[in-house]
């Protein structure tokens, strides 16, 4: 299982009636998205579709995008919507 944590540009954590709990970093976290996929360790490469819940879909600003795998950060990123 891989959970997705989005964050807004205000830092605010994005849920809808899907999201729940799970623990990661001696943490218990509440998740925006969770999905899971076939790891291989051969090298292939995974896409993760999600689509925010809120309406509007986004605002403009720097997202924060978390993700977590094993009770432990995988990586992290950001995009930034003009």
Known sequence: DVYVRV???TGNL???ANSGNFTADGQSL???YKTSI???DDGSGFT???KSPTNPAFQKGTYSVILYSDNSTMGQGSI???
């Open 38 to 40: 076939d790891f291989k």
């Open 30 to 32: 509440q998740f925006t």
């Open 14 to 16: 994005i849920t809808d």
């Open 7 to 9: 964050l807004d540009p």
């Open 48 to 50: 993760i579709d999600w």
């Open 80 to 82: 930034s919507l003009k």
